[in-house]
């Protein structure tokens, strides 16, 4: 059993940057590929970025590439998404999720494991 807790949240000026991160307790994430989801009011939830456990190839959503990077730190058993030229769209309680799903992490039915979310708004 993992269990995932996201943080890092908050509110932020458009253009800024924010970094949120995903930890990991009860077991490490060694095996589970990771992925940050977002989901804004009205809307349904969305993949942002995915890491694939075993060769840290890294994959975004075309919305976010080249401003959100996600990355990992084994040693703290923790996934960080770092954001930056934020946008009001990018509001959204933003998810992280883990399962182990190889390169499948565009896939949201597949994961095993998520955490509560945490909120990210972005004011202009």
């Known amino acids: 059993q993992v269990h995932v807790v996201e943080s890092g949240g908050g509110l932020v000026q458009t253009g800024g940057s924010l970094r949120l991160s995903c930890r990991a307790s009860?077991?490490?994430?060694?095996?589970?590929?990771t992925g940050w989801f977002r989901q804004a009011p009205g809307k349904e939830r969305e993949f942002v970025a995915g890491?694939?456990?075993?060769?840290?190839?890294?994959y975004y959503a075309d919305s976010v590439k080249g401003r959100f990077t996600i990355s990992r730190d084994n040693a703290k058993n923790t996934v960080y998404l770092q954001m930056n030229s934020l946008k009001s769209e990018d509001t959204a309680v933003y998810y992280c999720?883990?399962?182990?799903?190889?390169?499948?992490?565009?896939?949201?039915?597949?994961?095993?494991?998520w955490g509560q979310g945490t909120q990210v708004t972005v004011s202009s």
């Open positions: 890491i694939k456990w075993s060769s840290g190839i890294t």
């Open positions: 009860g077991r490490t994430f060694s095996g589970y590929s």
């Open positions: 999720a883990a399962g182990f799903i190889g390169d499948q992490v565009r896939s949201q039915s597949l994961y095993d494991y």
